[in-house]
């Protein structure tokens, strides 16, 4: 039997689409925003490396300026440097119909995907299906998706649990990958999180 974990060695961060005029039709995209946010900063503090996608970017903007500003600025009084990031680009619903997030994935080496965006029941369905068919173990961090619609959200989680990804929260992949309060990073998951 095959152990469903997270480990640090093995991770990507892939997310999905946060973008400026996607976001406010959301439904409760303020809060998304918040726990997307936590997320990024605890896989930066992780070394978990993090993949970002845009659809249709000349149509739906870029990535909204807090998940941007997440993903690249300084953090903990520069302990962690400002990085740069390219999103990749994609008009197909599913990221892992793009080559460039295909070389993206298969570039970093990491067989585990925590995936979070929007829309749940489009984008971010599409690529976990396509992700789970190409052997990736993936895990839906269940507050960090949304649809315009909860119940398309909901019908989301149930397909995919179904058809293998493991349904988690973003405070629950942390502290699986950190593995225990004497780990390198604890303090600062610690204060993400709060």
Known sequence: MTTVQILKKDAVLV?????????????DHETLEETTVKLIKGCRVLNVPILITQQYTKGLGPTTARITEAITADLFDGILRS????????????????????KAITDCGKKTVIICGIEAHICVQQTALDLLEAGYQVFLVYDCVASRKESD???SRR???AAGAVVTTYESVLYEILGGAKEVGFKQISAIVK
């Open 83 to 102: 990085a740069e990031y390219t999103p990749i680009e994609k008009t197909t619903f599913s990221a892992m119909k793009e080559p460039e997030f295909v």
């Open 153 to 155: 959200k909901k019908q």
């Open 15 to 27: 997310a999905i689409d946060f973008q400026e005029k996607l976001m406010p039709a959301i439904k």
């Open 159 to 161: 397909r995919l649990a």
